[in-house]
């Protein structure tokens, strides 16, 4: 369920179904919506009057631009946000993480006082008994019925809030013309922040886009779903905060006119949207208010509970397993902290500043994997570019740094183009970052071609990539085999065993092959033992010398010059001209080398020598990161 | 039929229409420098276009054939003579058991292609004959002429 497919190889192409995609949208809409989009909406209003209009509409549209970023970032790529970060920059995904969760359950300890505080407008239920009540609830929903319960609870905020609009007969008129007056809204920069930050802040963005990956639905093909939900979901807090504004300055509008003491005593009151919806329709209206807080209370439970979750569930292995009951256990805790502190009122005052204080710093780090990726990530295919090479290659390149992430997409690229059936290819050579593609002119023309390669490009996404096969190559490490390896030792102050060990324990990517047949270009070795060249190459090395040189390492498939620190040597031909497979190694691949003694290394010599000897090979067990 | 290098020449090599399929392994296409005019010499004597040729470069080598066969000489002009006449290249011609070619001096271009009725009996290395001298395969024994070994077509 929680597997986290490499960008290009996602097999997701069944249509997605429409209450997940509802769910969605209505989980983010309700993780938005929770007790402190109430206050801050009703504050504002009755602070700012009519003119908030202008900010809150510019809100809406800047909420959409920036979730429409994120989801499509999130689906698109298969990754979820602290893995991207955690791509971008090692370790960056678990400092998101961590502040992610820690909001949440801040958060969530005042969602479970609001819910407490919805039940006692409504009933007059005691806090703690209330509190109880909704971390039960939260879990029930959670466990059996999230995604249609999300839109229910969505459905009646939106009612209760609009009955109060309506009854409060707001000035509607004087709200549109606050559209135009561009220039009262430096005066109103704190609220446009505030309330941006309570529509996409901290981990609200996330709750949708991680649901919809939980769901299965990812990849380019379901962009187009994807952007629907946003603008669903978007719609839905946007109109709900409407509504709310409206019902506000209705309230505030007493036979037309601006009531500055109704609007002082909402702003002064401890719940200010509660002292609105009071105002507006009195007992009703506080009941009502009740019930739209219980629904915006446990929805963001839920949503908080599970999308902070999402957040560790990648990282940590024991979170995946036990996602369901550590989702659980969240909303729990959340729930006994509230019953034992008590006080919902005060909580919420104390889980608004600390979720305040989460925000600015999550919103700073997440716009560094968020933004350039966005802008990257998204239309990473039709960023491909091709470049001719000749009358009868092209070569296209998919970007420009060495990176297994690239490497990976050229080798599902390769694998796409030789199951196409396009017709001319004549072969194909991957390299660190691109693509050589040799085609017979004869057959089709570099333009036609291109068309071809970009359409392929575009189905990446439904080819079946195998998993990478792992090479296994038996190496004799030290003494006459391997004369460096003592100076590579003592260069890093380790014993020639540690070194062994350090170069066995690595699963390399075989980024390339070139220089000469069989040579691998292969990434990922430990800088503990990378070692600089020899001062003076040697003459002649032996074929299946296995080197190191600056933080490469590598295996010499046939005699030749070279300057590389030499630790060992493997029996295994890597190239054997003769062979039906003449090269052992391919692009895409990962080789492990695994220390050996002499006995076995003249066993397999011999085995080599006979021609039966088979190298093992194996799927790699983890998927592609 | 077989031949007898007396000279080998600057360069010559043995090159067919090129390895095809090992770029992604490291090893290169190698193959004529111009597989238009190896292919037409090729055609001259009778063969495959992607038959074996003999690539010389700039000084051609001295062959005497020990058998009657029919060749074609293409690509530069480097002064083809059999048995001392100048002969035309684009053409087939019949050569005695006992006729020696000889290239005299490179008049127009660099690369020349000979060609012989029957291919060169070389052995296929990853699909090719094709002389791919870094890593010693393909060809004459891996390597360019050296000096006077027999060979056959």
């Known amino acids: ?625 | 039929m077989s031949i007898t290098v007396l000279n080998p020449g600057l360069m010559t090599t043995v090159q067919d229409m090129g390895r095809i399929g090992y770029q992604k392994f490291g090893v290169p296409v190698s193959g004529a420098m111009d597989p238009r005019s190896s292919a037409i010499a090729n055609i001259l004597a009778g063969n495959d276009e992607g038959e074996a040729v003999l690539e010389c470069t700039m000084l051609g080598p001295h062959l005497q054939f020990n058998e009657a066969n029919c060749i074609a000489v293409t690509g530069g002009d480097l002064g083809p003579t059999l048995d001392g006449r100048a002969i035309p290249s684009y053409r087939a011609i019949r050569v005695e058991a006992g006729q020696v070619l000889r290239f005299t001096a490179p008049r127009q271009g660099c690369r020349a292609f000979v060609a012989f009725s029957g291919g060169l009996d070389v052995p296929l290395v990853m699909g090719s004959r094709s002389t791919y001298m870094k890593a010693k395969i393909g060809g004459f024994e891996g390597t360019r002429f050296l000096s006077g070994p027999p060979e056959r077509s």
């Open chain 1, 1 to 625: 369920m929680s597997s986290n497919p490499s960008p290009g190889s996602n097999l997701n192409s069944a249509k997605p179904s429409r209450s997940v995609l509802f769910g969605a949208a209505f989980l983010m809409a309700t993780s938005a919506i929770g007790p402190g989009f109430l206050t801050q909406t009703s504050t504002f209003t009755a602070r700012f009057g009519a003119p908030l209009f202008l900010i809150i509409v510019l809100v809406i549209f800047m909420d959409i631009t920036a979730q429409m970023n994120i989801w499509t970032v999130v689906s698109v790529s298969g990754m979820r946000a602290q893995d991207i970060a955690n791509k971008l920059l090692p370790g960056l995904g678990y400092v998101v993480a961590a502040l992610v969760a820690l909001g949440g359950l801040a958060f969530n300890i005042g969602n479970v006082g609001g819910v407490a505080l919805g039940f006692n407008a409504m009933f007059g239920m005691p806090e703690k008994i209330g509190a109880v009540v909704a971390g039960c609830l939260g879990v029930i929903i959670f466990v059996n019925l999230m995604d249609k319960v999300a839109t229910i609870l969505a459905a009646i905020i939106l009612i209760t809030v609009a009955v109060v609009a309506v009854i409060s007969k707001p000035p509607v008129g004087q709200a549109v013309s606050s559209l135009a007056k561009i220039n009262e809204i430096p005066s109103m920069f704190v609220a446009m922040t505030t309330l941006l930050g309570g529509s996409c802040g901290g981990y609200i963005a996330f709750s949708g886009a991680h649901r919809l990956l939980d769901a299965g639905i990812s990849g380019k093909e379901n962009v187009g779903h994807v952007r629907k939900s946003v603008i669903q979901g978007c719609g839905t807090s946007g109109l709900v905060r409407i509504l709310l504004f409206l019902a506000v300055l209705g309230t505030c509008t007493v036979a037309g006119v601006w009531s500055a003491s109704v609007a002082d005593s909402i702003q002064t009151a401890g719940t200010p949207a509660a002292e609105a919806f009071r105002l507006a329709a009195g007992e009703f209206g506080y009941r009502l208010f009740g019930l739209c807080l219980f629904a915006a209370g446990i929805s963001s439970v839920v949503g908080a509970a599970y999308t902070s979750v999402s957040f560790l569930k990648t990282l940590i292995p024991f979170v995946a397993k036990y996602e369901r009951q550590v989702v659980v256990g969240f909303i729990t805790v959340s729930t006994l902290i509230m019953v034992l502190m008590g006080g919902a009122a005060q909580l919420l005052i104390i889980a608004g500043a600390v979720n305040g204080l989460i925000l600015p710093v999550t919103l700073g780090a997440r716009s560094v994997p968020t933004v350039p990726r966005g802008s990257r990530k998204e239309p990473v295919m039709a960023e491909v570019r091709f470049l001719t090479t000749g009358d009868t290659s092209l070569s296209a390149e998919f970007g420009n740094e060495i990176s297994p992430a690239i490497n990976a997409q050229i080798r599902a690229f390769d694998i796409a183009l030789s199951a196409s059936g396009i017709p001319g290819i004549v072969e194909t050579v991957p390299t660190y970052r691109s693509l050589m593609i040799h085609y017979d002119p004869g057959v089709i023309l570099y333009a036609p071609l291109v068309e071809k390669l970009r359409g392929l490009l575009g189905e990446l996404d439904q080819i079946q990539i195998p998993p990478s096969q792992v090479l296994e190559i038996p190496v004799l490490y030290g003494g006459e085999m391997g004369p460096d390896l003592d100076f590579v030792a003592q260069h890093h102050a380790k014993t020639p065993e540690q070194v062994v060990e350090i170069h066995t324990s690595t699963e390399y990517l075989i980024y390339m092959l070139g220089f000469t047949p069989g040579f691998t270009y292969l990434g990922g070795m430990s800088d503990e033992i990378a070692t600089p060249r020899l001062k003076t190459p040697r003459v002649k090395i032996p074929a299946g010398s296995v080197g190191i040189a600056g933080s490469q390492t590598g295996v010499y498939p046939i005699d030749s010059p070279g300057g590389w620190q030499l630790i060992g040597r493997t029996p295994v031909r890597m190239y054997d001209p003769d062979r039906a497979v003449p090269i052992l190694p391919s692009a895409g691949e990962y080789i492990k080398f695994r220390a050996i003694d002499q006995e076995e290394y003249d066993k397999i010599t011999a085995e080599e020598a006979a021609g039966i000897y088979i190298c093992k090979r194996y799927p790699r067990q983890e998927a592609d990161k």
